[in-house]
Structures are given as structure tokens and as C-alpha cells.
């Protein structure tokens, strides 16, 4: 557990020095920090404890992340598989760990419009052959993006990043007007969303210790 504070420390400073590095238009320098963004957090939470399920999301994550360096349409369709799977993993760790929210019903609602409208608009400008998978795994994020908030604000906003950055990667398929340095958008809002994802995720697990303790309690007042 001491190990935590130091190895988010470690993530914070890798995510800091690949965001300068895409600001500074270094490409070599973010092909070789990308890859080590999700295993730096993956280490943070396997030092807090955090379940199986957290780290296949995020090791599922650090495989789309090394796919999408390749500029191939099957490097990408291989990596976006690896983000769908990690998505999965999340959502069975928001039934596990999570609590319905009263205005679930709305938020799923809106989540859907905007994964209609989203659709509708990108498809004609979407390439053939990705318009099918795009919008297959759009449905499943969006699923992701509104299912975390029953983890919580925390987790709720980095579903929404989630969102966010991987449309702004489907904007640049489709060939859209993006902002200045589009992959520093990107990439900001997914290392955040990582981020609040797997706080969100260790945040609602049951303390385990409490757990030992009230058991440890209840077996010395059992009598033997």
C-alpha cells in the first residue's frame, strides 16, 4: 500500500511528459511514453489491491494503445477490439461494485441521443470498411460511458472523457475540422478517463481490512 502514492506519482509524471512531447510535435518521444501511460497505472493499482477484472481493463487498454501506433486499418480494427474487451471488463465491475442512481433512466436516455446523433453524422463520412465496427463499438462505450456512473462522479466524468476522446479519433476518421493537436486532446481526455476510472473502481470496493477486523471481532466472541 505504501507503494501507491509513489507509483501514481510515476503516472502523473509519464502522462505530463508524453502531453508536452505531442505539444512539442515529438513523435518519437510519444511512441516510446504511450506504451508505458497504462502499465505506470496499472502498477498504482495493482499496489492498492485493486481486482482482476480492473487490471485486464486496463491491460486490454495498453494493448488498443500500442495498436493504434500503427498506421494500419487492421492495427486499428485489432485495437479498438482491445478497447471494446476492456469495456466489458468495466461494466461487469460497475454491476459489482456499483449502485443504481436515481436518474439512471434519464442518463441512459441522453447518453442515447447522443450516440444516435453521433452516428448518424460521422457515418457518411466514416471509411467503408469502418463504418460498421465504429458504430458497434460506439454503442458498447457509450454502455461503458453511462454505466460508471454508479461508481460515482468521479468514475461518471471519466466515462464521459472516455466518450470523448475515442469521438474525437472517430471525427479524424471521418476526415472532420478538429482542434489544434488533435492527438493532445486525445490523449488528455483518455488518460484522465483512465484514471478516474480505476479511482472510481477502487474507490467502491469494500474495505477489505474492515472486512478482516469485523471478522476477526465476531470469531474472539464466539465462544470455541
Do not use: N
Not at 78 to 88: I, L, Q, S
Not at 120 to 148: F, H, I, K, Q
Amino acid at each position: 500500500m505504501t507503494l501507491s502514492g509513489p507509483l501514481r506519482t510515476a503516472f502523473l509524471t509519464v502522462c505530463a511528459a508524453d502531453l508536452v512531447a505531442l505539444l512539442a510535435g515529438a513523435h518519437t518521444a510519444h511512441v516510446v511514453l504511450k506504451p508505458l501511460l497504462v502499465p505506470a497505472l496499472l502498477a498504482h493499482v495493482v499496489a492498492r489491491g485493486g481486482p482482476r477484472l480492473l487490471c485486464a481493463a486496463l491491460l486490454f487498454g495498453w494493448g488498443g494503445d500500442v495498436l493504434l501506433l500503427v498506421d494500419r486499418d487492421a492495427a486499428f480494427l485489432a485495437g479498438m477490439g482491445c478497447f471494446a474487451a476492456g469495456h466489458v471488463c468495466y461494466l461487469l465491475l460497475f454491476k459489482r461494485y456499483g449502485t443504481p442512481r436515481a436518474r439512471g433512466g434519464a442518463l441512459a436516455a441522453g447518453y442515447g441521443v447522443v450516440l444516435a446523433v453521433t452516428v448518424a453524422a460521422l457515418w457518411p463520412d466514416l471509411p467503408a470498411g469502418l463504418r460498421g465496427p465504429v458504430a458497434a463499438y460506439s454503442l458498447l462505450l457509450t454502455a461503458m460511458a453511462c454505466g460508471a456512473s454508479r461508481l460515482g462522479p468521479a468514475a461518471g466524468v471519466g466515462g464521459a472523457l472516455f466518450l470523448l476522446s475515442d469521438s474525437l479519433i472517430a471525427m479524424g476518421l471521418a476526415e472532420w475540422p478538429t482542434l489544434p493537436r488533435p492527438d493532445f486532446w486525445i490523449m488528455l481526455t483518455y488518460v484522465v478517463a483512465q484514471f478516474l476510472l480505476a479511482r472510481g473502481v477502487l474507490d467502491a470496493r469494500p474495505a477489505p481490512r474492515a472486512a478482516y477486523r469485523e471478522e476477526s471481532v465476531e470469531t474472539r466472541r464466539t465462544p470455541h
